[in-house]
């Protein structure tokens, strides 16, 4: 089956600084990867979609000078959290889908939980 | 209410019972899919419903859509302890639009 790996699982960093996130597709190409955040007992809210080789759409209210993200190929998309504040921290997900596959089932990534202190 | 509406918010049963939750949504779908959730990890992907159908089956799962009422439910039966986790529908549109999701249920299976 189709398997997106994320990286890192948690992370701690102190305010101010940034924070790679990867979401890699591994047996599949994800033509377009997702990502999302979740606050605490709240349902996920899609941030941004990545498509390789072009720009982030981002949704509204997000700001994309501050949420960083790089679909550089099929495999892999990237999100930074640029200067980072307690308020960033959240558990981010991500998800990928191919043309392949459609829409028939996105799959996601575990996640990762940034703490910012 | 918002695309994607679960209900109940939280539910708790015996373990060997069964467990249903709803969902309910706006706008016209292509299909509708079940999530679950561990809590702090990742989302799995349960099952899919197409538009055109109206139930389906898969293991312990039941889903059904009712596109007259935008409505859909799932139910797990003979629940078990390792059954509890948050549970989202999310509906999808289209090509890859968005995905909506809800705001989940939160189900307990007491041992």
Redesign the interface.
């Known amino acids: 089956g189709a398997v997106v790996s994320q990286h890192p699982s948690r992370v701690i960093c102190k305010s101010g600084t940034s924070v790679k996130i990867e979401c890699r597709s591994l047996d599949f190409q994800a033509t377009t990867m997702f990502w999302y955040r979740q606050f605490p007992k709240q349902s996920l809210m899609l941030m941004a979609t990545s498509n390789e080789g072009s720009k982030a759409t981002y949704e509204q209210g997000v700001e994309k000078d501050k949420f960083l993200i790089n679909h550089a190929s099929l495999t892999l998309s990237t999100l930074t959290v640029t200067s980072a504040h307690p308020e960033d921290s959240s558990f981010y997900i991500c998800s990928a889908a191919s043309a392949d596959r459609g829409n028939y089932g996105y799959t996601f990534g575990s996640g990762t939980r940034l703490t910012v202190v | 209410s918002q695309q994607g509406e679960e209900d109940p918010q939280a539910l708790s049963i015996q373990e060997g019972e069964n467990a249903t939750m709803n969902c309910s949504y706006k706008t016209s779908i292509?299909?509708l899919?079940w999530?679950r959730q561990n809590s702090?990890?990742?989302?799995?992907?349960l099952i899919?419903i197409r538009s055109n159908e109206r139930e389906k089956h898969s293991g312990r799962l039941r889903v059904t859509l009712d596109t007259s009422k935008k409505s859909s439910s799932l139910l797990i039966t003979a629940s078990r302890a390792a059954d509890t986790a948050s549970y989202?529908c999310a509906t999808?549109s289209g090509?890859?639009?968005?995905?909506?999701?809800?705001?989940?249920t939160?189900l307990q299976v007491i041992p």
């Open positions: 292509n299909n899919q999530y702090g990890r990742g989302l799995v992907h899919l989202f999808f090509g890859y639009q968005k995905v909506t999701f809800g705001i989940g939160k």
